[in-house]
Structures are given as structure tokens and as C-alpha cells.
């Protein structure tokens, strides 16, 4: 008999002890478990401002590059010798976006193609 009731007691004993363990492991995975580091964002995507000069030797360009969305993007146009900015031309939609050498925008999702075009001066 006594046999029979330790041996009730050592199964009633790893029967709770399972449901112990069982519990505490589920609530541990639904909370993460201790050290484990949670999922990084996915990086943001970037685009790219590509700015071609027209005459060539007209200019140069500065600020072209890669971009996040909603981020400022400044270009700056500088005339050589003998060379005018006219203006900042859009070559997707075709249309003239800014007449100044300074352009300011907000980097859309997509990328960004624009022309900074130069008159030669007469003399």
C-alpha cells in the first residue's frame, strides 16, 4: 500500500510538474524568449535622382544620387564660362519643373529624371 500511494504521489508530482513546464514554455514563446532579438524593419527602398547637363560643357551638377522617399533632395546648377542655367526640365513628363539653379523637392517613390539645361552666352 504504501508503495501504491508513493508512486500516486511521484505521478501526480511530474504530472504537475509537465503542466508547469508546459505552461511556462507557451507563455515564454507568445512573449519571446529571453536574448532573442526581434525582427528588423525591412529597409526602406531608395531611388535615384538622375540629373544629365545639356550642352555637356554647359555645367555642372550637384546633388544628384540615391534617395529615400519623403526625403529633401537639393540640386544645384553652376554655369560654366561663357554658359547661362536656363532651367530644369522633368524627362519623363517633359515639362520645365524650376528656372532657378537652386531645385528643392521631395523624393517621390519612384525614380527621378531631370535634365539641367544651359544656354551658350552671345558676345
Given at each position: 500500500?504504501?508503495?501504491?500511494?508513493?508512486?500516486?504521489?511521484?505521478?501526480?508530482?511530474?504530472?504537475?510538474?509537465?503542466?508547469?513546464?508546459?505552461?511556462?514554455?507557451?507563455?515564454?514563446?507568445?512573449?519571446?524568449?529571453?536574448?532573442?532579438?526581434?525582427?528588423?524593419?525591412?529597409?526602406?527602398?531608395?531611388?535615384?535622382v538622375l540629373?544629365?547637363?545639356?550642352?555637356?560643357?554647359?555645367?555642372?551638377?550637384?546633388?544628384?544620387?540615391?534617395y529615400y522617399?519623403?526625403?529633401?533632395?537639393?540640386?544645384?546648377?553652376?554655369?560654366?564660362?561663357?554658359?547661362?542655367?536656363?532651367?530644369?526640365?522633368?524627362?519623363?513628363?517633359?515639362?520645365?519643373?524650376?528656372?532657378?539653379?537652386?531645385?528643392v523637392f521631395?523624393?517621390?517613390?519612384?525614380?527621378?529624371?531631370?535634365?539641367?539645361?544651359?544656354?551658350?552666352?552671345?558676345?
Amino acid at each position: 500500500m504504501l508503495f501504491k500511494e508513493t508512486h500516486q504521489k511521484y505521478r501526480s508530482g511530474v504530472i504537475f510538474l509537465l503542466a508547469a513546464l508546459f505552461v511556462a514554455g507557451s507563455v515564454s514563446l507568445a512573449a519571446g524568449l529571453p536574448g532573442e532579438v526581434p525582427d528588423e524593419p525591412e529597409p526602406m527602398e531608395t531611388y535615384e535622382v538622375l540629373v544629365m547637363v545639356q550642352p555637356d560643357e554647359g555645367g555642372d551638377v550637384e546633388g544628384a544620387g540615391d534617395y529615400y522617399p519623403g526625403d529633401e533632395v537639393v540640386l544645384t546648377a553652376e554655369a560654366e564660362e561663357g554658359y547661362e542655367f536656363l532651367q530644369w526640365t522633368d524627362n519623363i513628363q517633359g515639362f520645365v519643373v524650376s528656372s532657378d539653379t537652386e531645385y528643392v523637392f521631395e523624393m517621390p517613390e519612384e525614380d527621378v529624371q531631370l535634365t539641367a539645361l544651359f544656354v551658350e552666352l552671345l558676345e
